[in-house]
């Protein structure tokens, strides 16, 4: 089952009022939680994981990307998010850009096997600067869906 294919509308955020990356992660842990993506117990968890592991080293890979991940969590299925910002949003992003599109990835403990290969093949889909131009343009949570779907589906 490929990333594409994982992927799910209802757990696309068309626009994050979240103005910090902290405030982010919470944020789309929540939308996750009221989707029924994570199960209520396992949201604090998550999100202290996150945070940790934002505070030792950025999400942030460049050219407004951010892919926060957590590799191990006490999940039954990979979940995946997608959330923008247009105002953009600081992460301290090694080429210094504000983050607007931030792609999240929980992988369960079980469920390891690949999950490098479902990162990178995400980041380098998200850095074609054609793909980013489309979804922030955008309008809706479908036209955001298709989108996605089609740009993830072509390498992964």
Not at 62 to 85: C, E, M, W
Not at 136 to 152: G, H, K, P, R, V
Request: charged share 25%; hydrophobic share 40%; net charge negative.
């Amino acid at each position: 089952m490929t990333t594409a294919s994982k992927l799910k509308k209802e757990h696309l955020i068309l626009e994050l009022s979240a103005d910090d990356r902290f405030s982010a992660f919470t944020e789309i842990i929540q939308h996750l939680v009221n989707a029924k993506a994570i199960p209520i117990d396992k949201h604090q968890d998550i999100l202290t994981q996150l945070t940790s592991r934002e505070e030792q080293t950025t999400f942030a890979v460049g050219k407004t990307i951010a892919i926060p991940h957590i590799n191990g969590t006490d999940l039954r299925q990979h979940v995946f998010a997608y959330a923008r910002s247009s105002e953009g949003i600081e992460f301290g992003s090694c080429d210094g850009s504000l983050v607007h599109h931030i792609f999240l990835a929980l992988i369960p403990e079980d469920k390891k096997s690949g999950w490098l290969k479902t990162l990178s093949g995400t980041a380098k889909v998200l850095s074609d600067l054609e793909l980013r131009h489309a979804l922030s343009d955008c309008d809706s949570e479908d036209d955001l869906f298709s989108t996605l779907l089609s740009s993830l589906h072509e390498i992964l």
